[in-house]
């Protein structure tokens, strides 16, 4: 069984000393679902809603996430990020946006937890925007699809299509 990194013996904690690792530019793809609804989805997709445009808040709020994100992770180192770009994409059949996040760095740690981060940001603005027209709204199955660079390789997720 291998150590923790973040645990010290102690049982206290501590966060990863990165200064020896190597500068490699890093990438990150994450994606999750939001479940709306019937009407609330036709709103959203209308631009109804009356908070404003729900897909451009949420894309805001996903990049704004992002760059927070060592703020809202413990732990968390704090990235020089690049790029972050956040898309909503609107599913008629399920009722559902789609919520896509990429990230990227140059630097001694990864994006992936910028990118996951953006995406569920950006899941809650579009439920708190939505809220008044239904609370059974879902957030589903937040998870990383892709990322690059770094000592541990590529990773693609198997179930990506």
Do not use: W
């Amino acid at each position: 069984m291998s150590s923790f990194t973040h645990v010290l013996p102690d049982g206290g904690v501590q966060m990863v000393d990165v200064s020896s690792k190597t500068d490699t530019v890093r990438t990150a793809v994450a994606v999750g679902t939001v479940i709306l609804g019937e009407e609330a989805f036709r709103m959203v997709k209308e631009n109804t809603i009356q908070k404003g445009d729900v897909v451009s808040v949420a894309q805001i709020a996903g990049i704004m996430g992002a760059k927070e994100t060592s703020r809202l992770i413990p732990l968390c180192h704090q990235v020089q990020i690049q790029r972050v770009d956040v898309e909503l994409t609107l599913l008629e059949e399920s009722h559902s946006l789609e919520v896509r996040a990429f990230a990227k760095s140059t630097g001694p740690t990864g994006v992936e937890m910028e990118a996951l981060t953006a995406v569920s940001i950006a899941s809650l603005t579009v439920y708190d925007m939505c809220k008044s027209i239904t609370k059974d709204i879902r957030i589903n199955n937040i998870h990383l699809l892709a990322k690059t660079g770094g000592a541990s390789g590529d990773y693609r997720n198997r179930d990506t299509n």
